[in-house]
Protein backbone atom coordinates (compact mmCIF):
# COMPACT_ATOMS: atom_id res chain seq x y z
CA UNK A 1 0.00 0.00 0.00
CA UNK A 2 0.69 3.83 -0.49
CA UNK A 3 3.40 4.73 2.51
CA UNK A 4 5.51 7.73 3.46
CA UNK A 5 9.10 8.06 4.79
CA UNK A 6 10.53 11.01 6.74
CA UNK A 7 14.06 11.50 7.63
CA UNK A 8 14.02 10.89 11.69
CA UNK A 9 14.19 13.60 14.37
CA UNK A 10 14.44 15.63 16.14
CA UNK A 11 16.50 18.25 13.92
CA UNK A 12 18.28 20.89 16.59
CA UNK A 13 19.44 23.95 14.14
CA UNK A 14 20.27 27.31 15.32
CA UNK A 15 19.18 30.70 13.98
CA UNK A 16 19.87 31.23 10.29
CA UNK A 17 20.93 27.49 9.36
CA UNK A 18 19.59 25.64 6.27
CA UNK A 19 16.87 23.55 6.89
CA UNK A 20 16.37 20.24 4.77
CA UNK A 21 13.85 17.40 6.08
CA UNK A 22 13.99 14.57 3.43
CA UNK A 23 10.46 12.89 2.82
CA UNK A 24 9.68 9.73 0.15
CA UNK A 25 7.06 7.63 -0.58
CA UNK A 26 5.77 5.20 -2.23
CA UNK A 27 2.40 4.93 -4.34
CA UNK A 28 0.83 3.86 -7.10
CA UNK A 29 -0.52 6.52 -9.42
CA UNK A 30 -0.01 10.13 -9.30
CA UNK A 31 -0.57 11.29 -5.93
CA UNK A 32 -1.07 14.65 -4.64
CA UNK A 33 2.11 15.89 -1.82
CA UNK A 34 1.65 17.63 0.93
CA UNK A 35 3.39 19.16 4.02
CA UNK A 36 1.65 19.84 7.32
CA UNK A 37 3.56 21.85 10.49
CA UNK A 38 2.24 21.44 13.93
CA UNK A 39 2.82 23.99 16.62
CA UNK A 40 3.15 23.18 20.21
CA UNK A 41 -0.73 22.05 21.99
CA UNK A 42 -2.39 22.51 17.90
CA UNK A 43 -4.04 21.32 14.97
CA UNK A 44 -1.64 20.52 12.14
CA UNK A 45 -2.34 23.25 9.46
CA UNK A 46 -1.09 23.10 5.09
CA UNK A 47 2.38 24.65 5.05
CA UNK A 48 2.72 23.80 1.12
CA UNK A 49 1.27 21.47 -1.43
CA UNK A 50 2.65 20.33 -5.11
CA UNK A 51 -0.10 18.03 -7.08
CA UNK A 52 1.93 16.80 -9.73
CA UNK A 53 5.62 15.73 -11.11
CA UNK A 54 8.26 18.98 -10.68
CA UNK A 55 6.05 21.17 -9.30
CA UNK A 56 7.17 23.21 -6.37
CA UNK A 57 5.28 23.85 -3.34
CA UNK A 58 5.96 26.63 -1.28
CA UNK A 59 4.74 29.13 1.68
CA UNK A 60 6.45 30.86 4.44
CA UNK A 61 10.17 30.78 3.12
CA UNK A 62 9.62 27.22 2.73
CA UNK A 63 9.75 24.86 -0.55
CA UNK A 64 9.68 21.54 -1.56
CA UNK A 65 9.53 19.82 -5.26
CA UNK A 66 7.91 16.96 -6.19
CA UNK A 67 10.34 14.28 -7.87
CA UNK A 68 8.64 11.54 -9.47
CA UNK A 69 12.18 9.92 -10.31
CA UNK A 70 13.11 9.86 -6.75
CA UNK A 71 9.33 9.62 -5.28
CA UNK A 72 10.57 12.42 -3.06
CA UNK A 73 9.02 15.46 -1.71
CA UNK A 74 11.73 16.94 0.40
CA UNK A 75 11.03 20.19 2.90
CA UNK A 76 13.93 23.23 2.49
CA UNK A 77 14.28 26.43 4.02
CA UNK A 78 17.12 28.88 3.55
CA UNK A 79 17.31 30.18 6.79
CA UNK A 80 15.19 29.59 9.76
CA UNK A 81 13.94 31.06 12.52
CA UNK A 82 12.94 30.06 16.25
CA UNK A 83 9.68 30.41 15.45
CA UNK A 84 10.09 27.64 12.57
CA UNK A 85 9.78 25.32 15.69
CA UNK A 86 7.20 22.50 14.95
CA UNK A 87 6.48 19.37 14.45
CA UNK A 88 6.58 18.82 10.10
CA UNK A 89 4.74 15.98 8.16
CA UNK A 90 4.77 14.90 5.34
CA UNK A 91 1.46 13.47 3.75
CA UNK A 92 0.37 12.32 0.35
CA UNK A 93 -3.68 11.74 -0.98
CA UNK A 94 -3.48 9.07 -4.09
CA UNK A 95 -7.36 9.50 -4.70
CA UNK A 96 -9.34 12.49 -3.66
CA UNK A 97 -11.78 10.97 -1.17
CA UNK A 98 -10.24 13.04 2.03
CA UNK A 99 -7.57 10.69 2.65
CA UNK A 100 -4.57 11.34 3.73
CA UNK A 101 -1.71 9.30 4.49
CA UNK A 102 1.08 10.52 6.63
CA UNK A 103 4.78 10.26 7.59
CA UNK A 104 5.74 9.69 11.35
CA UNK A 105 6.64 13.54 11.89
CA UNK A 106 10.04 15.35 12.24
CA UNK A 107 10.58 17.62 15.35
CA UNK A 108 12.31 20.57 14.12
CA UNK A 109 13.75 22.85 17.30
CA UNK A 110 15.20 26.30 16.25
CA UNK A 111 17.90 27.36 19.04
CA UNK A 112 18.44 31.62 19.21
CA UNK B 1 -16.09 31.00 10.04
CA UNK B 2 -15.07 28.66 12.65
CA UNK B 3 -13.32 26.13 10.80
CA UNK B 4 -13.29 22.53 12.07
CA UNK B 5 -14.21 22.38 15.69
CA UNK B 6 -13.95 19.68 18.54
CA UNK B 7 -14.99 18.76 21.62
CA UNK B 8 -13.87 18.41 24.43
CA UNK B 9 -10.49 19.22 24.32
CA UNK B 10 -9.34 16.63 26.80
CA UNK B 11 -11.22 13.75 28.13
CA UNK B 12 -10.59 11.03 30.69
CA UNK B 13 -12.37 7.88 30.30
CA UNK B 14 -11.92 4.44 32.36
CA UNK B 15 -11.46 1.35 30.60
CA UNK B 16 -14.85 -0.03 29.17
CA UNK B 17 -16.39 3.61 29.30
CA UNK B 18 -17.92 4.96 25.83
CA UNK B 19 -18.11 7.97 24.43
CA UNK B 20 -18.53 10.50 21.39
CA UNK B 21 -16.08 13.09 20.38
CA UNK B 22 -17.82 15.59 18.54
CA UNK B 23 -16.60 17.11 15.55
CA UNK B 24 -18.57 19.89 13.19
CA UNK B 25 -17.31 22.46 10.09
CA UNK B 26 -18.97 24.61 8.65
CA UNK B 27 -16.88 25.10 5.33
CA UNK B 28 -19.63 23.22 3.37
CA UNK B 29 -16.82 20.71 2.27
CA UNK B 30 -18.12 17.08 1.87
CA UNK B 31 -15.19 15.41 2.69
CA UNK B 32 -14.13 14.59 6.70
CA UNK B 33 -12.35 12.02 8.98
CA UNK B 34 -10.53 11.08 11.91
CA UNK B 35 -7.25 10.35 12.83
CA UNK B 36 -5.26 9.62 15.65
CA UNK B 37 -1.84 11.05 16.51
CA UNK B 38 0.58 8.85 18.92
CA UNK B 39 4.35 9.78 19.11
CA UNK B 40 6.45 8.22 16.93
CA UNK B 41 3.54 7.19 14.29
CA UNK B 42 2.53 10.08 12.41
CA UNK B 43 -1.54 10.73 12.18
CA UNK B 44 -3.00 7.40 10.75
CA UNK B 45 -6.33 7.49 9.53
CA UNK B 46 -9.96 5.99 11.37
CA UNK B 47 -12.80 6.56 9.39
CA UNK B 48 -13.52 8.74 6.76
CA UNK B 49 -16.93 10.44 4.80
CA UNK B 50 -17.14 11.87 1.34
CA UNK B 51 -20.30 12.84 2.10
CA UNK B 52 -23.82 12.96 4.16
CA UNK B 53 -24.89 9.33 4.62
CA UNK B 54 -21.55 8.04 3.39
CA UNK B 55 -18.66 6.48 5.42
CA UNK B 56 -15.48 3.84 4.97
CA UNK B 57 -13.17 2.53 7.29
CA UNK B 58 -9.46 3.98 7.74
CA UNK B 59 -6.23 2.29 8.56
CA UNK B 60 -7.27 1.75 12.33
CA UNK B 61 -11.04 1.48 12.87
CA UNK B 62 -11.53 -1.00 15.24
CA UNK B 63 -13.20 -0.18 18.58
CA UNK B 64 -14.52 3.08 16.97
CA UNK B 65 -17.90 3.72 14.75
CA UNK B 66 -18.83 6.96 13.21
CA UNK B 67 -22.21 8.27 11.33
CA UNK B 68 -22.55 11.47 8.99
CA UNK B 69 -26.29 12.23 9.22
CA UNK B 70 -25.44 15.88 7.78
CA UNK B 71 -22.92 17.77 6.13
CA UNK B 72 -21.74 19.57 9.38
CA UNK B 73 -20.92 16.76 12.03
CA UNK B 74 -19.05 13.51 11.99
CA UNK B 75 -18.91 12.01 15.68
CA UNK B 76 -16.66 9.42 16.53
CA UNK B 77 -17.60 7.19 19.30
CA UNK B 78 -15.55 4.89 21.34
CA UNK B 79 -17.97 2.46 21.78
CA UNK B 80 -15.57 0.27 25.00
CA UNK B 81 -12.73 2.38 25.39
CA UNK B 82 -9.16 0.78 26.07
CA UNK B 83 -5.94 2.10 27.41
CA UNK B 84 -4.77 1.48 23.79
CA UNK B 85 -6.84 4.32 22.58
CA UNK B 86 -5.32 6.94 24.75
CA UNK B 87 -4.35 9.47 22.00
CA UNK B 88 -5.11 12.90 20.36
CA UNK B 89 -7.49 12.63 18.36
CA UNK B 90 -7.94 14.89 15.14
CA UNK B 91 -11.17 15.50 12.72
CA UNK B 92 -10.43 17.08 9.58
CA UNK B 93 -12.47 18.21 6.67
CA UNK B 94 -11.82 19.03 3.13
CA UNK B 95 -13.56 19.94 -0.25
CA UNK B 96 -14.39 17.56 -2.95
CA UNK B 97 -13.40 20.04 -5.88
CA UNK B 98 -10.12 21.13 -7.55
CA UNK B 99 -7.91 23.96 -7.97
CA UNK B 100 -6.15 25.04 -5.36
CA UNK B 101 -8.57 24.36 -2.48
CA UNK B 102 -9.14 20.81 -3.54
CA UNK B 103 -7.74 18.46 -1.49
CA UNK B 104 -5.96 20.13 1.47
CA UNK B 105 -7.83 19.22 4.41
CA UNK B 106 -8.55 21.96 7.55
CA UNK B 107 -8.17 20.13 10.89
CA UNK B 108 -9.68 21.13 14.22
CA UNK B 109 -7.63 21.40 17.39
CA UNK B 110 -7.78 18.00 18.22
CA UNK B 111 -9.26 16.11 21.61
CA UNK B 112 -6.86 14.66 24.12
CA UNK B 113 -7.76 11.14 25.74
CA UNK B 114 -6.58 9.26 28.35
CA UNK B 115 -7.92 5.62 29.02
CA UNK B 116 -7.34 4.52 32.15
Known amino acids: GDSVTQMEGPVTLSEEAFLTINCTYT??????LFWYVQYPGEGLQLLLK?????DKGSNKGFEATYRKETTSFHLEKGSVQVSDSAVYFC???????????FGQGTTLQVKP | NAGVTQTPKFQVLKTGQSMTLQCAQDMNHEYMSWYRQDPGMGLRLIHYSVGAGITDQGEVPNGYNVSRSTTEDFPLRLLSAAPSQTSVYFC???????????????FGPGTRLLVL
Open chain 1, 91 to 101: ALSSSNTGKLI
Open chain 2, 92 to 106: ASSYSGGGESGETQY
Open chain 1, 27 to 32: ATGYPS
Open chain 1, 50 to 54: ATKAD
